[in-house]
Nanobody, 120 residues
């Protein structure tokens, strides 16, 4: 069965850093596009960062220059390094695995989420 397990969330003061990890199993990790999304209270889930199977990355404007997404295919793990954290970064962060072939959607999987809280 497919599992995406996030870890690394917690409480940090503004200006601090956290690194989130997502360990995947049950999929051929290296061919999947991996992403991080977040959902703050009362708001819709939004894309934070994405990294494709060939290593291309994209970021939400609100985190560009502060967050870095990376992947280690040998460990079936995707990371989100978060620096210069702000209170508005407070949210539940979710790991996503997506597979497309020739632009056609194949599947989409989600982790359970990990809480990130940034205090002022």
């Amino acid at each position: 069965q497919v599992q995406l397990v996030e870890s690394g969330g917690g409480l940090v003061q503004a200006g601090g850093s956290l690194r989130l990890s997502c360990a995947a199993s049950g999929i051929i990790f290296s061919i999947n596009t991996m992403g991080w999304y977040r959902q703050a209270p009362g708001k819709q889930r939004e894309l934070v960062a994405v990294i494709t199977s060939v290593g291309s990355t994209n970021y939400a404007d609100s985190v560009k220059g502060r967050f870095t997404i990376s992947r280690d295919n040998a460990k079936n793990t995707v990371y989100l390094q978060m620096n210069s954290l702000k209170p508005e970064d407070t949210a539940v962060y979710y790991c996503n695995a997506r597979r497309e072939v020739g632009g056609v959607y194949k599947y989409d999987y989600w982790g359970q989420g990990t809480q990130v809280t940034v205090s002022s």
